[in-house]
């Protein structure tokens, strides 16, 4: 069985940039190279999962979000981690263009990308995670069946803030300043699991 620890893009591990397709926009957050090896050398596949509307809005192509992620598994790569697959959703149900204007399975939160991983991955789901910013990544862990973590880079702080001020119950399973952080959080948890 695989541990696959799943990951949104914009906002997790890049800085949020407004339909993010250009390489040289690409700017990882700080801290993010290592604790993506981090994970990597415990043992996790890293796969992300990303919804990518720009596509479904005529902005840019699919070849453009693949090249991005080329490149991006290429800076990676400078910190000895690396993105085993990438995921992502062109379409959008309202603002779509032609054939990418559809209601879809893939786009989060719906769990369509986590099915196609397990086409190429033996997802252990009691130890995968979902790590995001926005309340659709953490739901979509938690329609898929793992424990969903928001992380306060982007717009996950803002988030969290909200929803106390409304006194709203978390829909994720833990909050993390960074992606630093949640490394450190899936870590110890495993450690914790496997000495018990």
């Known amino acids: ?23 040289e926009e690409l700017k990882l957050l700080p801290g993010v190279g290592e604790a993506l090896k981090s994970l ?3 043992g996790f596949k890293l796969v992300v999962i990303t919804n990518q509307a720009g596509v479904a809005r005529g902005y840019y192509s699919c070849e453009d979000v693949e090249a991005l992620h080329t490149y991006m598994n ?17 379409h959008h149900p309202e603002h779509g263009v032609g054939i990418y204007k559809k209601n879809c399975s893939c786009r989060k939160p719906g769990i369509g990308m986590f099915q196609r991983a397990e086409e190429l991955f033996q997802v252990d789901k009691a130890h995968s995670y979902m790590i995001g910013d926005k309340l659709i990544d953490v739901q979509a862990g938690v329609n898929y069946g793992i424990p969903g973590i928001l ?3 982007g717009y996950g702080s803002l988030l969290k803030k909200e ?34």
Do not use: S, W
């Open 1 to 23: 069985m695989d541990r696959v620890v799943f990951l949104d893009r914009d906002g997790t591990i890049n800085e949020e940039v407004h339909y993010l397709h250009r390489p």
């Open 40 to 42: 990597r050398q415990a």
């Open 74 to 90: 290429q800076k990676l790569g400078e910190y000895g981690a690396g993105i085993d697959r990438f995921f992502y959703c062109p």
């Open 151 to 153: 992380v306060g880079t």
């Open 163 to 196: 929803m106390e001020e409304k006194g709203e119950k978390p829909l994720y399973d833990f909050y993390a300043e960074t992606l630093v952080d949640a490394a450190e959080y899936i870590l110890d948890r495993e450690n914790h699991v496997r000495h018990f």
